[in-house]
């Protein structure tokens, strides 16, 4: 990516809030990339937008079989931008998710 249509200031201090949020966790964490693939995915998305979410890149999801506790890191854009960073259960169908959806759906 060349440009990235966020802040340095706001890219630094959502991922403050990960950070924060994650603790001693090192699977499945947010970095700058992941926050920066959601603002471009919304830069280059047709239409309107009620929510975002891109979910951290590294270690991705786990399938549903798998028998403990994983938790991922996103990071959601709502209708006015502002960002939120939360953390939800990293299993999927099969181990596969999108890593970044708009209204709901892969992009």
Known sequence: MS???????????????????????????????????LYAACAAYDGEIKSARAYAGNGAFVPNSYKWRAEITYVAAGMWGIPHVGRTGAHRSYGNGAGTTINGRAV
């Open 3 to 37: 440009t990235i249509p966020i802040s340095t200031n706001a890219l630094e201090g959502i991922l403050t809030a990960a950070k924060r949020l994650e603790g001693k966790s090192r699977a499945r964490c947010l970095t700058a990339s992941d926050v920066c693939r």
